[in-house]
């Protein structure tokens, strides 16, 4: 019995963190769904790399891998963006470190420094193997830089 009300009472715990965390940075979320719902509807692209240079940036294919994990397509996935499952690994991590395990969470910024540094890594690979050619190394054409140099 007070395995279930110890088991119960940590449940609890991590969902009142949780939304202690969602009240905390509502306003941010907010932003990026204005933002997201926005670009989708009249974008033609959610980057702001791309929509500003027109240049792929070090993450670009990263949304699209997220919804190819999420429908199931991991070699799709895998193609748009390998480091997406780094990523959600390292999100399943820190989320059972904050809201489970109820430790900080100040000390996985390492972890995602040396994550950043390999996707740069990655970056500057694929540029010099596919770019142009092979999306999401892709040059978009309607960036503002395009069009502020083609006039």
């Known amino acids: ?3 279930e009300s110890n088991f119960s009472k940590r449940i609890r715990s991590a969902f009142e963190l949780l939304w202690k965390d ?8 907010l932003v990026f769904c204005i933002y997201f719902l926005v670009g989708k509807n009249f974008l033609y692209s959610l980057c702001p790399t791309v929509l500003i ?6 993450g670009c294919g990263m949304t699209r891998a997220v919804f190819a994990v999420l429908r199931g397509n991991f070699a799709l996935a895998w193609e748009m963006h390998p480091f997406v499952y780094v990523l959600g690994g390292y999100v399943v991590i820190l989320a059972f470190r904050r ?3 109820q430790r900080e969470i100040k000390s996985m910024v390492k972890y995602l ?4 540094v390999a996707m740069i890594g990655y970056y500057i690979y694929r540029m010099v193997k596919y770019f142009p050619s092979k999306p999401p ?5 309607g960036s503002i830089l395009y ?3 083609n006039k």
């Open 1 to 3: 019995m007070s395995k």
């Open 22 to 29: 969602i009240r905390t940075f509502r306003y941010v979320i």
């Open 53 to 58: 240079t027109g240049f792929p940036c070090p």
């Open 99 to 101: 809201y489970i395990l």
């Open 113 to 116: 420094m040396i994550i950043a």
């Open 137 to 141: 190394m892709s040059y978009y054409y």
């Open 147 to 149: 069009h502020i140099v």
